[in-house]
Structure formats: structure tokens, C-alpha cells
């Protein structure tokens, strides 16, 4: 039996039920009707602490810090076919729970006994920001996009949405339409370019 597309949602955002969990949350639905088995992780209910000093040579690096919970997350990470980075915009970045993650994975990302397992997954970006103008979803979107280009992965799309108080992403129907359809796009998309179901 063929195994089912795996999508992995990050949650950077430690508001449960906050706009970028409700967005994931759509986007998951999407990638279901698709098929996909899906599944979720709050970062902020786990301990990963900033990343300590490594080798400047990205495939000798050692992780100092791996007696906390970033290895059984990176596990999460490498086993899925597709990873949503789901954050809110903080101060023109991405929250620290999801800077965390993206600084731990350095020391394994380009490390023999990992970098393949980094590679040929399907990324997303949902994020959510306060202010007005649309471009603050471009400081997420901008380096996410590098980030899958390192990790030879694949840039499969994204949503931003510009809202404020909690859980008011409900109220915009589009936006919850738009992650919906990208999660059931991007598992098509996943799947055809493996070639597989
Ligand atoms: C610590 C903090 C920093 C923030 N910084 C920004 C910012 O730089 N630009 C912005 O547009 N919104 C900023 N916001 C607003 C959030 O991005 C916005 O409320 C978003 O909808 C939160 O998503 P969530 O409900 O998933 O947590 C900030 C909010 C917090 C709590």
C-alpha cells in the first residue's frame, strides 16, 4: 500500500486558537480532503532553547543543546512530506518559538547523517501580521523562501493576512478559503512531483 502524504503544521505562535493556528488549521483541512494525514505542533509547549556555539563548518556541527526537546521535534520535521511554518509577524521577524526551530535545524541540516532526509519536502508559509500594509508578509515569506532553497526543498506557496486580535482571521472568509484550497493544492503537488499517491 502506497503511504499517505505527511503535512506537518509549526505553530510559532504561543496563542492557541490565535489567527495563525486557525489559518494552519484550514490549510490541514485542505491537505485531508487531498488525502494527507496531518498533524500539528505548538512549539511553545516545547523546550528548545536559542541555538549555543557550532562549528563554523556546517557538516562537522555537533548540537550541544539536544538534552532538550529539539531533536524529538526535528524527528517530527524530517519524518513529513510537507512542513507548514505557520507564524505571526514579531517585530518584522518571525516569533522566537519558530527562530528557535529554524536555528536549531543548522546543526543538522547539512550534517552526512541528515541532509538527505532535509531535502525534497514541500514547504508553506502561513503567517498573520497587525499592521496595514500587505508587504510585513514579506518578512516572512523573503527568508522562508531562501530557507527551503538551502534545505532543497520546494516552495510550494503561501498566506498572509493582516489582522490583529485574536481569532479575528474568522471573519475573513477568503483568507480561510485560500489556505483550504493551498493545502489540498499543495499535497497534488507534492504527490505528482514524486510521482507517487
Ligand atoms: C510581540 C509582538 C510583536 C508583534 N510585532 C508585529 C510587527 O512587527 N508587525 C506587525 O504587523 N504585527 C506585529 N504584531 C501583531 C501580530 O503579528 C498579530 O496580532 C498577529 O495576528 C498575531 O498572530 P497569532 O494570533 O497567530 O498570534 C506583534 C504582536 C506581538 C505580540
Known sequence: MTKKTGVLALIGSPRKQGNTDIMADEFLEG?????ANTSKVYLDDYHVRP????????RQRDDPRRDDDFPLLLERFLSA?????????????????????LDRMSS?????????????????VVCAFGRPESEHGDWITRPMKITVEVLHGTYLGDVCA???????????PEILEACRKLGTDAVIAIREQRGSQ
Open 108 to 124: 543538522y541540516f547539512n550534517h552526512p547523517d541528515y541532509v538527505k532526509r532535509f531535502k525534497d519536502k514541500g514547504h508553506i
Open 51 to 58: 541555538i549555543a556555539e557550532v562549528a563554523d563548518n556546517s
Open 162 to 172: 493582516s489582522v490583529y486580535q485574536k481569532g479575528k482571521v474568522r471573519q475573513m
Open 31 to 35: 491537505a485531508r480532503t487531498a488525502g
Open 81 to 101: 512530506d510537507i512542513v507548514v511554518w505557520s507564524t505571526p509577524v514579531y517585530w518584522q521577524g518571525p516569533s522566537a518559538q519558530m527562530k528557535c526551530f
